[in-house]
């Protein structure tokens, strides 16, 4: 292991198999497996940036898995998988706010001078690690557009 978040997930998950807490050592699991599958297919050590990466993407199917099961009325799969965002999002930095996610964009604009949306790569490639795991990228990335066109 070598990131400090893995290491920290890794401790959660003998903590919740010693305290018998069934539910959050599923989700661990869950999370423990996703980041030693890429560790493998990519033969790399993760960092924590890359941890955050895959924990957002984690949350992000959840969050799609939530407007399916609602949609198809499914109540008791929507508050399953909820419960496993909140699991996941312990382990996430606290989330930007509104106002911090705008000036991190418009930060962004200035710094590289974007003015229409061929300039969009450049901008995100700036904003994008500012905000994984602390801000809904496609909604960031909906700002952006919206912001150069």
């Known amino acids: ?10 401790d959660a998950m003998k903590t919740a198999m010693k305290g018998g807490d069934k539910a ?18 990519e033969r790399i050590e993760l ?7 895959i924990l957002d993407k984690m949350v992000k199917q959840r969050r799609e898995s ?3 099961f609602k949609s198809g009325d499914r109540n008791d ?10 699991v996941i999002s312990d ?3 606290q989330a930007l706010s509104e106002a911090e996610v705008e000036t991190i964009i418009n930060n962004a ?4 001078g974007a003015a229409s949306m061929k300039d969009m ?11 994984t795991g602390r801000a809904d990228v496609g909604a960031v990335s909906g700002k952006i557009k919206s912001l150069l066109s």
């Open 121 to 131: 790569g450049k901008v995100m490639g700036i904003v994008k690690p500012q905000i």
């Open 47 to 53: 960092d924590d940036n890359r941890v955050l990466g």
């Open 77 to 86: 799969l929507a508050e399953k998988e909820q419960a496993e965002i909140d």
């Open 91 to 93: 382990y996430l930095p």
């Open 24 to 41: 959050r050592l599923a989700v661990i699991r869950l999370m423990m497996s996703a980041m030693k599958q890429i560790e493998v297919d």
């Open 109 to 112: 604009i200035s710094e590289t």
């Open 66 to 68: 939530i407007s399916l």
């Open 1 to 10: 292991m070598s990131s400090a978040l893995q290491d920290q997930i890794q």
